[in-house]
């Protein structure tokens, strides 16, 4: 399998000899505000240009949207793939929001869907912890991630939009990925309130999971993001953590 980081939560996989885009974000540098009600909000998105032609990264044979959120599915996404695309989304309320930009093959993610010989399992996580939860519930909503499972190829968990949490530690202990990967950037809102994976967060999910190869998504794309990559990888050299955590430029691939 072949993995590419394009840009914030945007990645595409090559699995089983499918392409998979996955929360395709694809609007240029500075084309929307920031983000309300999170820090540094007067900081245009995206913060960086993306690295390959968008029609180039919307060549694919499906997309999975990990959820409706604006920095994970925009515009020029819907503009720029075809509408007859497999599509695949955490439940229905996001589906009807697919179907209503007019993709017309749109499928809900459980956990045993196929395609193309490829299981797509739905997996649960939380964005932002607790109090953040509760303070801002209808802005966060439900987040999911999705594990990938082919006979010919390693066991692949992309855990999306989620700090670290009992369904994450769940997920890892079931399906023993070889494979995970992270939003890790640290977002947070007013109030220094995570709601993805910082520093912590990934030295938990390192502990977990001894034996899989964890790759650093999500970094400095958007207006708050708090944790660097250069910031990230001193982190890893001071806990010897660099022979198993990946921290991907944009446009840098990975073949496993």
């Not at 694919?60 to 949207?65: E, N, P, Q, T």
């Not at 660097?228 to 660099?242: D, G, I, P, S, V």
Request: proline share 4%; glycine share 6%.
């Amino acid at each position: 399998m072949q993995f590419t980081q394009i840009r914030n939560a945007t990645v595409k996989i090559n699995y089983a000899g499918k392409k998979i885009l996955i929360d395709p974000w694809l609007a240029e540098k500075g084309a929307v505000p920031g983000f309300g009600g999170t820090i540094n909000d007067h900081i245009r998105n995206p913060t960086a240009e993306l690295p390959l032609p968008v029609n180039e990264i919307a060549d694919a044979d499906a997309v999975i949207l990990t959820h409706d959120h604006p920095d994970h599915w925009d515009d020029t996404a819907r503009n720029a793939i075809r509408k007859d695309m497999p599509f695949f989304v955490q439940h229905e309320k996001d589906a009807q929001a697919i179907r209503s930009a007019g993709f017309s093959d749109v499928r809900i993610l459980d956990e045993n869907t196929g395609f193309a010989g490829i299981t797509l399992i739905k997996t649960s996580g939380r964005h932002g912890r607790p109090k953040v939860l509760e303070d801002m519930k209808a802005l966060l909503g439900e987040v999911s991630g999705v594990i990938f499972k082919h006979a010919d190829e390693k066991t692949f968990y992309i855990a999306g939009d989620t700090v670290w949490c009992q369904e994450v530690e769940d997920s890892l202990k079931k399906y023993h990925p070889d494979i995970v990967v992270l939003n890790s950037c640290d977002a947070q809102v007013i109030g220094n309130e995570s709601i993805i994976m910082g520093k912590k967060d990934i030295y938990e999910v390192y502990k977990t999971a001894p034996d899989a190869t964890i790759i650093a998504s999500h970094m400095e794309a958007v207006n708050h993001a708090t944790l660097t990559r250069k910031e990230l990888r001193e982190f890893l050299n001071e806990k010897a953590m660099t022979q198993r955590v990946l921290v991907p430029e944009d446009g840098e691939s990975y073949t496993f």
